[in-house]
């Protein structure tokens, strides 16, 4: 298999040679006093391989493989400098400069191949900035030098052949160009990169068509032969260019809709962390508003029975069977938090019902009194959402007036302001000074976060030998009012 592919690699050249020979001569054998004259079609022919050879130049200058960066380097110099003559020879009129555009074009492109065969020094990354600009520019300067002092130019046609001149550029070109093809086929042939059989194809075909010029007549059927050939080779060109930014697009459309997969992922697993951070929160808050407080009230109960076992029997007996009807509310509210399952407050009548339950399971007989005063309308505008912050928040004041205020009375009040919905609960105890809620624990974090997430206000006032007032207001924009 290797040998055959050798082979075939080896009669390349020489097949396409002959056939181009042969096509050649039996066009003109058929159509010997040929001509056609029409400008419009060379110059769009010409027109279009030189923009096609811009492209290929573009494209090749902005690979960066390392193994083969130097290869396309002087490809594309070599496209560039072919694709700029090409179109000032495009826009030229038949005569000297006509002929002259037509040969650098050729051996711009020949020297630019055969590169490709001779080891190149490595380049300072400053070169690959400027030497593009540099080809560029003199190819614009000799084109336009060629159109506007044609008359300076040696005689590049005598009685309808083309001068020694004229065909010598083209020889060179033509060599360069063979050369080049013989390189690209050995690459190939090492490689199997399809880049180098593609080049060695256009470089083939530029040289069959340099070929056919040199013995062709002006605007006969051999002329116009190799113009075809080589307007067949930009046309490769031109689908190389057009493949492989289809291939750009496809990988950056493939690229995109990965990263628009991986962001909507990263979205998902943020909301999902969000969620659970909000949720773990959430119970945090609940357990230590619900239960830890509902524990807390039992333990003052057994510290009672403890204190009043020895004289007091019967009352710890009694106080023994409230201790462990609460401790089942807790376990109750336990399972039904843990299961979603905790029972709403629908409307008004239910808020205040909470409130009195709240204060019979916390405050034991002989503890602190207090006494609840809840406004009807007020209670009304609260919905159950709100209801539940509510009361957490009653919950954490009054455990922390049982702890520590030592007081005698205390209030808890839900009333109808003008704007707003307010939660007050106070005592008459010892007080503290309130810069030293700078180091709160959970419970006051707690109140203020549950205060933040209902839109609305929290105060604690407190001197002291002044009692505690803990004040919430509910804004009324924030409640759903039921008027």
């Given at each position: 298999?290797?040998?055959?592919?050798?082979?075939?690699?080896?009669?390349?050249?020489?097949?396409?040679?002959?056939?181009?020979?042969?096509?050649?001569?039996?066009?003109?054998?058929q159509w010997p006093d040929w001509r056609?004259?029409?400008?419009?079609?060379?110059?769009?022919?010409?027109?279009?391989?030189?923009?096609?050879?811009?492209?290929?130049?573009?494209?090749?200058?902005?690979?960066?493989?390392?193994?083969?960066?130097?290869?396309?380097?002087?490809l594309g110099l070599g496209f560039l400098a072919m694709g700029f003559l090409e179109v000032f020879h495009a826009m030229a009129q038949p005569g000297n400069g006509f002929v002259l555009l037509r040969n650098a074009a050729s051996f711009a492109g020949?020297?630019?191949?055969?590169?490709?065969?001779?080891?190149?020094?490595?380049?300072?990354?400053?070169?690959?900035?400027?030497?593009?600009?540099?080809?560029?520019?003199?190819?614009?300067?000799?084109?336009?030098?060629?159109?506007a002092f044609s008359d300076q130019i040696p005689e590049m046609i005598r009685h309808d052949r083309f001068t020694p001149i004229a065909v010598a550029p083209q020889g060179l070109a033509c060599l360069c160009f063979f050369a080049a093809t013989t390189r690209c086929l050995l690459d190939y042939r090492q490689s199997q990169r399809p880049e180098d059989f593609i080049f060695a194809s256009l470089a083939l075909m530029f040289g069959v068509a340099e070929l056919v010029f040199m013995y062709s007549v002006p605007w006969d059927s051999r002329w116009w032969f190799w113009h075809l050939l080589r307007l067949t080779a930009y046309l490769l060109v031109l689908r190389e260019v057009s493949g492989g930014y289809l291939r750009t697009m496809s990988d950056l459309k493939a690229s995109l809709d990965?990263?628009?997969?991986?962001?909507?992922?990263?979205?998902?697993?943020?909301?999902?962390?969000?969620?659970?951070?909000?949720d773990r929160e959430k119970m945090a808050q609940d357990?230590?508003?619900?239960?830890?407080?509902?524990?807390?009230?039992?333990?003052?109960?057994?510290?009672?029975?403890?204190?009043?076992?020895?004289?007091?029997?019967?009352?710890?007996?009694?106080?023994?069977?409230?201790?462990?009807?609460?401790?089942?509310?807790?376990?109750?509210?336990?399972?039904?938090y843990l299961v979603g399952l905790e029972q709403p407050i629908t409307n008004g009548r239910d808020l205040e019902t909470a409130f009195t339950s709240l204060i019979k399971s916390m405050a034991s007989p002989g503890?602190?009194?207090?006494?609840?005063?809840v406004d009807p309308l007020a209670a009304d505008r609260v919905t159950p959402e709100q209801a539940s912050h509510l009361l957490s928040i009653t919950r954490e004041a009054l455990s922390?007036?049982?702890?520590?205020?030592?007081?005698?009375?205390?209030?808890?009040?839900l009333q109808f302001e003008t704007d707003h919905v307010r939660l007050t609960v106070s005592d008459d105890g010892i007080g503290f000074q309130t810069n030293a809620l700078q180091a709160q624990g959970h419970g006051l974090k707690n109140m203020g976060a549950r205060a933040k997430?209902?839109?609305?206000?929290?105060?604690?006032?407190?001197?002291?030998?002044?009692?505690?007032?803990?004040?919430?207001?509910?804004?009324?924009?924030?409640?759903?009012?039921?008027?």
């Open positions: 298999m290797r040998a055959t592919s050798s082979s075939f690699l080896t009669l390349l050249p020489v097949a396409g040679i002959a056939c181009a020979f042969l096509m050649s001569e039996l066009l003109h054998a056609l004259h029409q400008m419009p079609l060379h110059s769009t022919m010409e027109a279009i391989g030189g923009i096609a050879s811009i492209a290929m130049a573009i494209v090749l200058l902005q690979r960066r493989d390392e193994s083969t960066s130097r290869k396309f380097q002087s020949g020297v630019g191949f055969v590169l490709v065969c001779v080891p190149q020094p490595r380049r300072h990354p400053s070169q690959g900035t400027w030497l593009p600009w540099g080809v560029a520019a003199g190819a614009s300067l000799f084109g336009s030098w060629a159109l990965h990263t628009t997969r991986v962001e909507g992922a990263l979205r998902q697993s943020e909301r999902h962390l969000r969620r659970n951070l909000d357990l230590h508003d619900h239960v830890i407080q509902s524990i807390f009230a039992v333990t003052l109960n057994l510290e009672r029975c403890r204190r009043l076992v020895s004289t007091h029997a019967k009352e710890v007996v009694v106080q023994l069977g409230m201790t462990l009807a609460d401790l089942r509310l807790v376990i109750r509210d336990l399972r039904l503890q602190l009194p207090f006494r609840l005063e922390n007036s049982l702890r520590h205020a030592a007081a005698r009375t205390g209030t808890i009040s997430r209902l839109n609305g206000r929290l105060e604690v006032l407190s001197e002291p030998g002044q009692g505690t007032r803990v004040r919430f207001d509910l804004p009324q924009e924030s409640s759903h009012a039921s008027d």
